[in-house]
């Protein structure tokens, strides 16, 4: 066959031994469906994703209204280029994401793109304590707090690009990667939701301060889990070349295991 009806077979270093050692999704033999739900990556990576954006998807509101507070038509103005800035700096990470994910892994990129939220919540937390030292607050401190959007770009446009192709590697060769995608795709809506409400909450009880501090906190688990408890999931059979342009197989062995397959 043709390399684009060759299926790709992830090959993973990384099982809870008390769950079925495999890379991926087991393969559809009439009850796929519930064996997905026993598949110890996959599961991991949903809670992943789900705290994820439990974490970060309120963050950008909390920065604009802490930059919109107290600064009239200019916090209109630099809560508008919030959005602005993560946009450019999402497309430039998603586009690099698509062009290295095949060079050099998965999994550094993606950590890079997690990480990206604690360290946020870090400069955030230092320069709203700096700023309480002003009865004012000075141009500079507002253009350095609308600066770490640059940041929210990056862990935007790395997430949403790497958890699409971690998905694909997960449940490659199974016919169920629309069904995993959608796990995944709703464990970030749901989480999305509930960090709307808790980071509002926390700014009311708490302060913008201490709620970036919480939130920061809770960016790590995210993080945590994904460098202990997920491997490399990038086909180890598969190798793209540096210039990102082309890819050369192991015919043989994925012929074999295609074989397998089917």
């Given at each position: 066959?043709?390399?684009?009806?060759?299926?790709?077979?992830?090959?993973?270093?990384?099982?809870?031994?008390?769950?079925?050692?495999?890379?991926?999704?087991?393969?559809?033999?009439?009850?796929?469906?519930?064996?997905?739900?026993?598949?110890?990556?996959?599961?991991?990576?949903?809670?992943?994703?789900f705290?994820?954006?439990?974490?970060?998807?309120?963050?950008?509101?909390?920065?604009?209204?802490?930059?919109?507070?107290?600064?009239?038509?200019?916090?209109?103005?630099?809560?508008?280029?919030?959005?602005?800035?993560?946009?450019?700096?999402?497309?430039?990470?998603?586009?690099?994401?698509?062009?290295?994910?095949?060079?050099?892994?998965?999994?550094?990129?993606?950590?890079?793109?997690?990480?990206?939220?604690?360290?946020?919540c870090?400069?955030?937390?230092?320069?709203?304590?700096?700023?309480?030292?002003?009865?004012?607050?000075?141009?500079?401190?507002?253009?350095?707090?609308?600066?770490?959007?640059?940041?929210?770009?990056?862990?935007?446009?790395?997430?949403?690009?790497?958890?699409?192709?971690?998905?694909?590697?997960?449940?490659?060769?199974?016919?169920?990667?629309s069904?995993?995608?959608?796990?995944?795709t709703?464990a970030?809506?749901?989480?999305?939701?509930?960090?709307?409400?808790?980071?509002?909450?926390?700014?009311?009880?708490?302060?913008?301060?201490?709620?970036?501090?919480?939130?920061?906190?809770?960016?790590?688990?995210?993080?945590?889990?994904?460098?202990?408890?997920?491997?490399?999931?990038?086909?180890?059979?598969?190798?793209?070349?540096?210039?990102?342009?082309?890819?050369?197989?192991?015919?043989?062995?994925?012929?074999?295991?295609?074989?397998?397959?089917?």
């Amino acid at each position: 066959s043709s390399n684009s009806n060759t299926p790709i077979d992830p090959q993973s270093s990384f099982d809870f031994v008390f769950l079925p050692s495999s890379s991926t999704v087991p393969k559809d033999d009439g009850n796929t469906t519930s064996r997905i739900f026993q598949h110890s990556k996959l599961l991991i990576f949903v809670f992943i994703c789900f705290t994820f954006h439990l974490s970060n998807a309120t963050i950008l509101p909390l920065v604009m209204q802490a930059l919109a507070v107290g600064n009239g038509r200019t916090g209109i103005l630099l809560s508008g280029l919030c959005i602005i800035v993560a946009q450019v700096f999402m497309v430039m990470s998603a586009s690099i994401c698509g062009k290295y994910s095949g060079v050099h892994g998965r999994k550094p990129l993606f950590l890079i793109g997690i990480l990206a939220v604690p360290l946020r919540c870090a400069i955030l937390t230092l320069l709203l304590h700096i700023k309480e030292g002003y009865n004012e607050t000075p141009a500079f401190l507002n253009v350095l707090i609308l600066s770490t959007q640059a940041l929210d770009g990056v862990g935007a446009g790395v997430f949403g690009t790497m958890y699409v192709l971690v998905t694909s590697d997960i449940s490659g060769g199974t016919g169920r990667f629309s069904f995993t995608l959608g796990l995944t795709t709703t464990a970030m809506s749901i989480g999305s939701t509930i960090s709307g409400y808790l980071g509002q909450a926390l700014a009311q009880d708490d302060g913008y301060r201490e709620a970036f501090i919480i939130l920061g906190h809770m960016a790590l688990i995210p993080a945590i889990l994904y460098f202990f408890c997920m491997s490399e999931t990038l086909p180890e059979k598969t190798k793209q070349l540096t210039d990102g342009k082309a890819e050369e197989y192991d015919q043989s062995e994925l012929g074999r295991k295609y074989k397998e397959l089917i």
